[in-house]
């Protein structure tokens, strides 16, 4: 079974600053993709960054980047230029692509405030 | 900016009544996922559907849940008879298809007294 493990329950980040967010997954899958889901305090899932596993490329989006070591198994999330509004719990989450199963599974989450 | 619409936002009810929750996926999305969120055990998957056949429903309690798409612009998720431990913010998704990205709605937040 597919599991995925957020280490730091808690992180607090300066403005302006950078923060890394770790992300450890288990598969004997090939194929996959990883995200990265944002969840600020009105509740809402907010897909922040996905990467194919297939792609060793790491993804970016604006002051999102991740880590991706698929022989370690490893995704962390980089924010850089941290903003207030990115407080938020992150959580980051699995899907494998064969065989048609796409639910994703989560990781506990880290909540993640940015003091001014 | 398409949305995924949950409705109710909020639903209170006492143990025993039967609980009904709808969702609205993106137009054009083809597969439809429910998930529960718990303080304990996090965000669980609870069923998928894709085309509005059931393709995974093993994370949901049979007895009591039950899950239907009675056409594609509507999922429905149900409890009856609800219990106090059913308490949790229900999440409702969409994609477009295979290996697409799921979108989420704001979920229901449903407290069973």
């Known amino acids: 079974a597919q599991t995925v493990t957020q280490s730091q329950p808690e992180m607090s980040v300066q403005e302006a600053e950078t923060v890394t967010l770790s992300c450890t997954y288990d598969?004997?899958?090939?194929?996959?993709?990883l995200f990265w889901y944002k969840q600020p305090p009105s509740r809402q899932m907010i897909l922040v960054i996905r990467?194919?596993?297939?792609?060793?490329q790491n993804a970016t989006e604006n002051r999102f980047s991740v880590n991706f070591q698929k022989a370690a198994k490893s995704f962390s999330l980089k924010i850089s230029d941290s903003q207030l509004g990115d407080t938020a719990m992150y959580f980051c989450?699995?899907?494998?692509?064969?065989?048609?199963?796409?639910?994703?599974?989560f990781g506990k989450g880290t909540k993640l405030t940015v003091n001014p | 900016d398409a949305r995924v619409t949950q409705t109710p936002r909020h639903k209170v009810t006492e143990m025993g009544q039967e609980v009904t929750m709808r969702c609205q996926p993106i137009?054009?999305?083809?597969?439809v996922f429910w998930y529960r969120q718990t303080m304990m055990q996090g965000l669980e998957l609870l069923a998928y559907?894709?085309?509005?056949?059931?393709?995974?429903d093993s994370g949901m309690p049979k007895d009591r849940f039950s899950a239907e798409m009675p056409d594609a612009t509507l999922a429905t998720l149900k409890i009856q008879p609800s219990e106090p431990r059913d308490s949790a913010v229900y999440f409702c998704?969409?994609?477009?298809?295979?290996?697409?990205?799921?979108?989420f709605g704001d979920g229901t937040r449903l407290s069973i007294l």
């Open positions: 989450a699995f899907t494998q692509t064969q065989g048609g199963s796409e639910k994703l599974v």
């Open positions: 598969t004997s899958e090939n194929n996959y993709y």
């Open positions: 990467q194919e596993a297939y792609k060793q």
């Open positions: 137009l054009g999305h083809n597969t």
């Open positions: 559907f894709r085309n509005r056949a059931p393709l995974d």
């Open positions: 998704a969409s994609a477009l298809g295979e290996d697409q990205p799921q979108h």
